[in-house]
């Protein structure tokens, strides 16, 4: 029964996420929903927050537990959650995932990828990169192989 009620609630929590409704959002953490249990597709809670631009939501995913750092995946969501928020210049949200410890040079597909400030960069979002160099984000000396 436990491991049905989990599915419930992260099925609602990722509903909650897509509309932005940050009041169920909390009201679902309180009540035992994961913010790390992935979709059936394989993406987390807090990449779904972070590509939304959800920076409240993305708050409350990580003071609940949710990793900065960790890679969500499945087809068009997959990375980390501070490189979908620079790619889309969601500059609250990158502040956010930067002050719950977010690494600011971590390289997305197991250290293959672009980092945030490439992303950033390359949207070009010169916002959202500023806050990535402020976290001392350090410019990439060389490119992952089919990155322009």
């Not at 909650?16 to 953490?29: E, F, H, N, V």
Request: with cysteine; proline share 7%.
């Amino acid at each position: 029964m436990k491991q049905r009620r989990q599915k419930k609630f992260s099925q609602r929590l990722f509903e909650a996420i897509l509309t932005g409704d940050a009041r169920s959002t909390k009201a679902l953490l309180r009540r035992g929903a994961s913010p790390d249990r992935r979709n059936s597709e394989g993406t987390t809670p807090l990449y779904l927050a972070s590509v939304q631009g959800e920076a409240e939501i993305a708050r409350l995913l990580m003071e609940a537990g949710a990793s900065p750092d960790i890679e969500s995946s499945g087809p068009g969501s997959d990375g980390t959650p501070l490189c979908a928020a620079a790619c889309w210049g969601h500059t609250e949200t990158v502040r956010q995932l930067l002050a719950h410890g977010a690494d600011p040079d971590f390289r997305e597909d197991q250290g293959t990828g672009r980092t945030p400030l490439e992303w950033a960069d390359s949207g070009p979002h010169p916002d959202t990169a500023e806050v990535l160099r402020a976290a001392g984000a350090q410019p990439s000396r060389h490119r992952p192989a089919g990155t322009v």
